[in-house]
T-cell receptor, first 116, second 111 residues
Framework: KAGVTQTPRYLIKTRGQQVTLSCSPI?????VSWYQQTPGQGLQFLFE???????NKGNFPGRFSGRQFSNSRSEMNVSTLELGDSALYLC???????????????FGPGTRLTVL | QKEVEQNSGPLSVPEGAIASLNCTYS??????FFWYRQYSGKSPELIMF????GDKEDGRFTAQLNKASQYVSLLIRDSQPSDSATYLC???????????FGDGTTLTVKP
């Protein structure tokens, strides 16, 4: 199976702009989670989507939003970018069997966002 | 206090030695525990997961779980320079739908 894919891999934006990142999960995986990773804060959970619905949300401001499509692909949007949003944004997918969520997450390669 | 704490490192071991990485967690509802390896500039890669108390071995890697002590460890036997990376510990509470990661321990294996 192909792994988790993320596009774009690198992005440079300026303060105040907005950005949309895309994630395609492993085939058959219906849960997609997004994480922000910075040297100072480590890996921080943003949100998780399942069946086009946000299942869980971390402690990030409303500028960070996401959505999931019927094919399980997910997008993450950050509006009004700030310098502190510079980070590696990781998407992870996991399998859902019926109503049972497995715990094992597989990460994509990430999108490196630089805000100038 | 962070929900998942890892020894801050960095940890340096000679090639061929055993590297021991430790992790403690505070959420007693956590049922599954994971170790990821992350090379610089890359994304985390799953190494092992463990659900039950005791040891789980996979090649040169052994994960150990002690739920009573809320402690997870990863042993890497016969360490190789290619094992040099940051190792992330994660605890997952399926009922709460939450996975929490530690800040990672950076391991350097010196030839």
């Amino acid at each position: 199976k192909a792994g988790v894919t993320q596009t774009p891999r690198y992005l440079i934006k300026t303060r105040g702009q907005q950005v949309t990142l895309s994630c395609s999960p492993i085939s058959g995986h219906r849960s997609v989670s997004w994480y922000q990773q910075t040297p100072g804060q480590g890996l921080q959970f943003l949100f998780e989507y399942f069946s086009e619905t946000q299942r869980n949300k971390g402690n990030f401001p409303g500028r960070f939003s996401g959505r999931q499509f019927s094919n399980s692909r997910s997008e993450m949007n950050v509006s009004t970018l700030e310098l502190g949003d510079s980070a590696l944004y990781l998407c992870a997918s996991k399998e859902v069997a019926g109503v049972r969520f497995t715990d094992t997450q597989y990460f994509g390669p990430g999108t490196r966002l630089t805000v100038l | 206090q962070k929900e998942v704490e890892q020894n801050s490192g960095p940890l340096s071991v000679p090639e061929g030695a055993i590297a021991s990485l430790n992790c403690t967690y505070s959420d007693r509802g956590s049922q599954s525990f994971f170790w990821y390896r992350q090379y610089s500039g890359k994304s985390p890669e799953l190494i092992m997961f463990i659900y039950s108390n005791g040891d789980k071995e996979d090649g040169r890697f052994t994960a150990q779980l002690n739920k009573a002590s809320q402690y997870v460890s990863l042993l890497i036997r016969d360490s190789q320079p290619s094992d040099s990376a940051t190792y992330l510990c994660a605890a997952s509470n399926t009922n709460a739908g939450k996975s929490t990661f530690g800040d990672g321990t950076t391991l350097t294996v010196k030839p």
